[in-house]
T-cell receptor, first 113, second 112 residues
């Protein structure tokens, strides 16, 4: 079944712990993105990667880290340095062409207690 | 500084009537504009887009209008249906298409 898989869908962690969110795709797309959604603020770009072994900071990269060792995988680590980690995290892939259209995963909700 | 703004956080419309969702942008380098629909606890799904060389794009009940001089776009849904109730995000991309910049979203409620 083709698509994007994010896991876990829900995650609870204690303050000060690092957390890694998984994003896997089998659509063979080069570009992958991580967005964060907060109420009333839309989606804000955390990191993106356009090719294996390369990634770029987005608008709100502080307190996050990523890796892109394989084309199909783009995990996001929310570190203890992220001051407000509780949010809904969305992974996306870029579709072909330069229209900017993204295809999103189902999201992961992280709650830090 | 928000480059893409949706000034109405919510909109309520009667079933069968027209829904008009608005979006303003400030960056004249944006070349493509997109609308996404999002249900709670799900990822956004692409709805419709428009290139900056056009002023209108239609797809079934959904029409997007672009006014470049005013840096304004709108999404019209007619007739509105209860299943259209969701949060709608406006987004814009530059000609490199590397990143989308999103607005804050508008929650549409269509009442039966």
């Amino acid at each position: 079944d083709g698509g994007i898989t994010q896991s876990p869908k829900y995650l609870f962690r204690k303050e000060g712990q690092n957390v890694t969110l998984s994003c896997e795709q089998n659509l063979n797309h080069d570009a992958m993105y991580w967005y964060r959604q907060d109420p009333g603020q839309g989606l804000r770009l955390i990191y993106y990667s356009q090719i294996v072994n390369d990634f770029q900071k987005g608008d709100i990269a502080e307190g996050y880290s990523v890796s892109r060792e394989k084309k199909e995988s783009f995990p996001l680590t929310v570190t203890s340095a992220q001051k407000n980690p509780t949010a809904f995290y969305l992974c996306a892939i870029g579709t072909s062409g330069n229209t900017g259209e993204l295809f999103f995963g189902e999201g992961s909700r992280l709650t830090v207690l | 500084d928000q480059q893409v703004k949706q000034n109405s956080p919510s909109l309520s419309v009667q079933e069968g009537r027209i829904s008009i969702l608005n979006c303003d942008y400030t960056n004249s380098m944006f070349d493509y504009f997109l609308w996404y629909k999002k249900y709670p606890a799900e990822g956004p799904t692409f709805l419709i887009s428009i290139s900056s060389i056009k002023d209108k794009n239609e797809d079934g009940r959904f029409t997007v209008f672009l006014n470049k001089s005013a840096k304004h776009l709108s999404l019209h849904i007619v007739p509105s249906q209860p299943g259209d109730s969701a949060v709608y995000f406006c987004a814009a991309a530059n000609n490199a298409g590397n990143m989308l910049t999103f607005g804050g979203g508008t929650r549409l409620m269509v009442k039966p």
